[in-house]
T-cell receptor
Framework: GAGVSQSPRYKVAKRGQDVALRCDPI?????LFWYQQALGQGPEFLTY????????KSGLPSDRFFAERPEGSVSTLKIQRTQQEDSAVYLC?????????????FGDGTRLSIL | GQQLNQSPQSMFIQEGEDVSMNCTSS?????WLWYKQDPGEGPVLLIALYKAGELTSNGRLTAQFGITRKDSFLNISASIPSDVGIYFC??????????FGAGTRLTVKP
């Protein structure tokens, strides 16, 4: 389809393992966002890319979280040495431009469970 | 944590009834948005509001951007079973600063 695609849909990892989550934004979208959604809560902002530049990473909860978008399209969110509190749904969104009047379109998320 | 106060947390209504939910904030926003999220899916945009005082409709949905820029409401008229889901308000100040409420879980009884 033409929407935001995320993979895997589900990921189970043991505490201490590293994980990598992938986001394919809508083709041509300049802006890309990552959010973390805990059970029963709304999404919380993690980081923002404009093309390949990571302009805001203020929402990343610790230095174990790292995101990249090297060619300005696909993005990867990596979590090192996972902990149980990292269990959540990780959502990716993209928008065509950079203004606040550019609605964000979300993928269906990756549900991460840390055992 | 969440910066928007969204209420009610949950609603149980009969099919055909109207629904109203709202969101307030201590901060002002330039944009208010309303999303709906179904289980296992990402949020889907319902309505976006860009000007204080703006009232916008999308089918049976109507939303308003409060004149103080610190609140917004969403109304759903003549609810149907497929309206079931979680509704989120979101406020946006800059290009990348979108904050979500905790959601209103809507259940529609046929």
């Amino acid at each position: 389809g033409a929407g935001v695609s995320q993979s895997p849909r589900y990921k189970v990892a043991k505490r201490g393992q590293d994980v990598a989550l992938r986001c394919d934004p809508i083709s041509g979208h300049v802006s890309l966002f990552w959010y973390q959604q805990a059970l029963g809560q709304g999404p919380e902002f993690l980081t923002y890319f404009q093309n390949e530049a990571q302009l805001d990473k203020s929402g990343l909860p610790s230095d174990r979280f790292f995101a990249e978008r090297p060619e300005g399209s696909v993005s990867t969110l990596k979590i090192q040495r996972t902990q149980q509190e990292d269990s959540a749904v990780y959502l990716c969104a993209s928008s065509p431009g950079t203004g606040s009047n550019q609605p964000q379109h979300f993928g269906d998320g990756t549900r991460l469970s840390i055992l | 944590g969440q910066q928007l106060n969204q209420s009610p947390q949950s609603m149980f209504i009969q099919e055909g009834e109207d629904v109203s939910m709202n969101c307030t904030s201590s901060s002002i926003f330039n944009t208010w948005l309303w999303y709906k999220q179904d289980p296992g899916e990402g949020p889907v945009l319902l309505i976006a509001l860009y000007k204080a005082g703006e009232l916008t409709s999308n089918g049976r949905l109507t939303a308003q951007f409060g004149i103080t820029r610190k609140d917004s409401f969403l109304n759903i008229s003549a609810s149907i079973p497929s309206d079931v889901g979680i509704y989120f308000c979101a406020g946006q100040m800059g290009r990348n600063d979108m904050r979500f409420g905790a959601g209103t879980r809507l259940t529609v009884k046929p």
